[in-house]
């Protein structure tokens, strides 16, 4: 009489395993990422726009307005300019950090590294690539094989073009770019289709040189145009690359500025239109802090670094100025102002759950390469949104973080006496 009910146990447990087995193989898909810059177009050309294979993207997970430029009138204000633009994303900070405030890119703090070291640095075998319209991106901005950057190389490199004056003429109505731009994609198709890098950045320059030329015009909503069926290709081969491989595929796109209200030609400032951008992904589930707040172009890189599962260090993880749009958060948006004899934190929450310890050292020894050390002054709940302290007599500059299990952000405070 007991052997149905022993056969019954074996069948049981064999369909457990079975569905367990289901279960990891389907979570056992590799994760790939696609960032694409798309250089100097105002969220509201974009919006009203024709852009049917954006919104295609768009269909599959989000737009929204984003910012750049640091936080106005702050220590980490930043100027509204091409290449600061790149290495807010690509770093996860703001130029007071990175340091690189223009195009000339003289001396970058290297101390904050790119998402592409964070990822070699811990998953030596992942391949990264660069599809780029601007040598200087890969060269000078991600530090390529140079010793400030711990030797890191680009696995793939698909840039310089600009440098060909042969197979691309610089013409006075500046379409190489486009054409260059479209070689780049052709370039991105390809090697997505045939390699699959895990992580990819994507820079297209021709909308800024429109705007530039032409402001807001036809000319500029032409460059969108091309803009969309460009990102309809990379689209098309990320989808193949989801159908036939056991891959997950992540794509953000976004810009690096907008442009001034008056002409649509000029940026660099801190006017409303310089400073407000968008970003759009084909990602889901995104997080309190999304849902509530425009988010920055800083927040990229911890987002990246959560779909690809990067441990980033302690120590660098903590200097980042973004925050992730995805996954657990408690919160954003810190700030210290002086009232008298204290300073006075504030910050925004996400739960009422947990406390928020306050940290606190009068060095910046990170941005020589160096660890600062770190006094724990409080700790308070985190719904309490503020956070107030006594300055020492001897305290002129302060790095502070704001350190809870889910995530921690950072600022600085220096003393009015300092110039």
Known sequence: MKKPIYIAKIIWLLITCISISNGLFAQAKTRKVVFVIADGIPADLLEKASKPNLDKIIAAGFYKRAFVGGI??????????????????????????????????????????????????????????????????RTKLVGDGLQATGGFKVDLAFDGYELDTLRFPHDKGSIYTHLIDDYVVAKADSCIRANAPD???????????????????????????????????????????????????????????????????????????????????????????????NPAIVDILPTIARFQKIDLPKLNQEELDGVAITGPVAISQPRVVQQGDSLILHWKSYTKKGKVAILLTSTNEFKKGLADSYQNIGSIAIGQERFAFKIEPTLSFAKIILRTKMNSVNTQWKSPSIK
Do not use: C
């Open 72 to 137: 106005k009138g702050s220590y980490n204000q930043t100027p509204t300019v091409s290449a600061p633009g790149y290495n807010n994303l690509i770093t996860g900070t703001w130029a007071n950090k990175h340091q690189v405030i223009n195009n000339d890119i003289k001396d970058p703090n290297y101390n904050y590294w790119s998402i592409f070291r964070y990822l070699k640095n811990q998953y030596p075998q992942k391949k990264t690539a660069i599809f780029s319209t601007w040598l200087d991106n």
């Open 199 to 293: 992580l990819s950045w994507i820079y297209l320059e021709h909308t800024d040189d429109m705007g530039h030329r032409y402001g807001d015009s036809p000319q500029m909503e032409q460059a969108i145009g091309y803009l969309d069926q460009e990102m309809g290709k990379i689209w098309d081969a990320i989808q193949y690359r989801e159908k036939n491989f056991k891959e997950e595929w992540f794509i953000i796109i976004t810009t690096d500025h907008g442009r001034d209200a008056a002409t649509g030609k000029n940026h660099g400032g801190q006017s409303e239109r310089e400073r407000t951008t968008w970003m759009l992904s084909n990602l889901k589930n995104t997080n309190a802090y999304f849902e509530a707040n």
